[in-house]
């Protein structure tokens, strides 16, 4: 039997899917493709676990010397993470360069002081960014992308 709870998080999370799919996909990809692109956007590329094609979603990320850390707000239920599940080998865009790498779940990271480390310059940036990010989800997992070496 499922709690209130679960029901709500599946709700919010379909709902976030198909505003993801509809609305903001589509706008980051049409700024991408006219040259606006933010430092916070990273693109993940995943191999599909069914199709084996090649799939591209953009995320909110933070990168570093080595690697990525991306927040998956949808938890393992996003079709991004059922692909790292199935094949952890991915493709990150980070500033217009593209890099290999292994995604792994992180479930002992603290998502929330995670994703305050996001977002702009600032105190108000990370803040804001933060609270968007908790606004939208559902069952939240941080997600680290260890670049392969050079």
């Not at 990809?29 to 191999?47: H, K, N, P, Q, Y």
């Not at 953009?58 to 239920?77: E, F, Y």
């Amino acid at each position: 039997m499922t709690t209130r709870s679960a029901d709500k998080a599946v709700r919010k999370f379909k709902f976030e899917r198909q505003l993801g799919r509809v609305l903001m996909n589509p706008v980051v990809a049409a700024l991408d493709r006219m040259g606006i692109r933010s430092s916070l956007v990273v693109d993940l590329e995943t191999i599909g676990r069914k199709s084996g094609q090649p799939r591209l979603v953009p995320l909110a990320g933070r990168a570093d010397d080595t690697g990525v850390w991306v927040i998956s707000q949808h938890g393992r239920r996003a079709g991004w993470a059922y692909n790292i599940a199935s094949n952890p080998r991915v493709r990150v865009r980070v500033n217009g360069e593209w890099r290999t790498g292994t995604a792994t779940f992180e479930p002992d990271d603290d998502v929330r002081a995670r994703a305050r480390t996001f977002g702009g310059a600032g105190r108000l940036g990370r803040s804001v960014t933060a609270l968007t990010m908790r606004a939208m989800e559902s069952d939240p997992i941080s997600v680290r992308i260890t670049f392969d070496a050079r």
